[in-house]
């Protein structure tokens, strides 16, 4: 089993930057994929971006193609998420969640190991 906690969240204007981070903690954080989830005021949780436990294979969300980008760093047992031209809609608290099945969108549920979450707000 593997704990998670995120960090790097904050308020920042639009078209600004942020890194949130990961921090794992379990001898098997390896063999998990790791993606990046978000949930807005009165709406559903929404996937962002995922990697798997190899790097090899990144997913993104349409809407945050080629301004957020995944990474992970196994030997630092971390993940992150770097996300370049904020707009105020990309407003949510951000989560980092990790499972063994796959790093597509899907397998992120319910059963999924979680962290408590970071704030993120762009300001218009």
């Known amino acids: 089993q593997v704990q998670l906690v995120e960090s790097g969240g904050g308020l920042v204007q639009t078209g600004g930057s942020l890194r949130l981070s990961c921090a794992a903690s379990?001898?098997?954080?390896?063999?998990?994929?790791v993606g990046w989830l978000r949930q807005a005021p009165g709406k559903e949780r929404e996937f962002v971006a995922a990697?798997?436990?190899?790097?090899?294979?990144?997913y993104y969300a349409d809407s945050v193609k080629g301004r957020f980008t995944v990474s992970r760093d196994n030997a630092q047992k971390m993940v992150y998420l770097d996300m370049d031209s904020l707009k105020p809609e990309d407003t949510a608290v951000y989560y980092c969640a990790a499972n063994r099945d796959t790093a597509q969108n899907m397998g992120f549920t319910s059963t999924s190991t979680w962290g408590q979450g970071t704030q993120v707000t762009v300001s218009a």
């Open positions: 379990g001898r098997t954080f390896s063999v998990y994929n």
């Open positions: 990697i798997s436990w190899n790097t090899v294979s990144t």
